[in-house]
């Protein structure tokens, strides 16, 4: 498969995080629950879009504290 960019939107639309699936290898991205800076994010809902250069997908993710 050709690299994937995942990004992570709060309900509000901002930007939480940016992946690069690419340098993860494999088919699989982890996200460790943090945002850009580091910092652990709140609980609640995010929405996810991957894109690579054949697909877009989006999705949600819960969060639970």
Do not use: C, H, P
């Not at 960019?5 to 699936?21: F, N």
């Not at 996200?31 to 996810?48: H, I, P, Q």
């Amino acid at each position: 498969r050709s690299n994937a960019t995942i990004q992570i939107y709060d309900m509000a639309g901002r930007r939480v995080r940016t992946l690069d699936k690419g340098a993860t290898g494999g088919d699989e991205a982890i996200w460790d629950a943090r945002n850009k800076d580091g910092d652990e994010v709140a609980s609640g809902t995010y929405l996810f879009i991957i894109q690579s250069q054949e697909d877009t997908f989006t999705g949600k993710i819960i969060v639970l504290r």
